[in-house]
């Protein structure tokens, strides 16, 4: 049964149907869950970004804090004024309308800049690598997966038994969450005698990793061995380099749990 569904998805992958009826019109959800996932891949193979405008994503991208709310503003009104530096001044009365390109604009620069802001508090070089990391990971993930299987992997699940057994992983994912880089929840597993939780990134940080803030289907399944191997050996950092360059007398390679100072 579930190598004839493999077939048919390759099939309807290597010929896209152009006419009614298409194979998506019946599962109404299954469309719902993976529009953002598709409008990601769309922008993804045009080099393009992904459109940010509106109270709700403002809203939620946001995440219920107040310091990220105004500073989205605040991006927003100075992508609006560079892009009418030549027009006349406003009067008292008028209120200016920003274009879906300026909430763009604005709101893609707020999230970089908030990726670039110097992190502070508990293993704070770390946090930073490791929300690199993540967030070109799920990039990735999204992106890779052509078929659509599992739209929610734009975030990481536990087991609470075998994180409990690797207490400095434990402890970092508790800095960060403190922190405001991640979001902790509860997720009700797959496997019913199995308690899980589960990390997002902040969702400030998804227009400059291109992913979507949404939270839909299970996120991705994983095993604190394999987040330490992530962190020890796989650390990408290019991109960290460029936002944060530590001293000239400070190490220049680190394991994700050494100490900086």
Known sequence: MGQTKNQEKHQIIENIPNSPPYPWEEKKYWRKERIEQALLQIAS??????????????LSLSGGNILIFLFICQQIWDAWLRDNRDEEPLTNSISPEMSTNVQTMGIINASEEWVKKTMEGDQAFSRKRFIQFLGKHFYRLLTNDVSMSNPGKNGLSFDIEDLSKSPKIKTFLKFAVEHGDLRELQHTSKVKSQKRIKYYLSPIYSPAFKIPYQHTKEPEYIKTEKLKTWMDNQWDTSLAGKIEKKSEKGPTQLTLFEEVE
Do not use: E, T, V, Y
């Not at 080099?47 to 403002?58: A, C, E, N």
């Open 45 to 58: 193979r045009n080099r393009q970004q992904l459109i940010w405008s509106g109270k709700d994503d403002i």
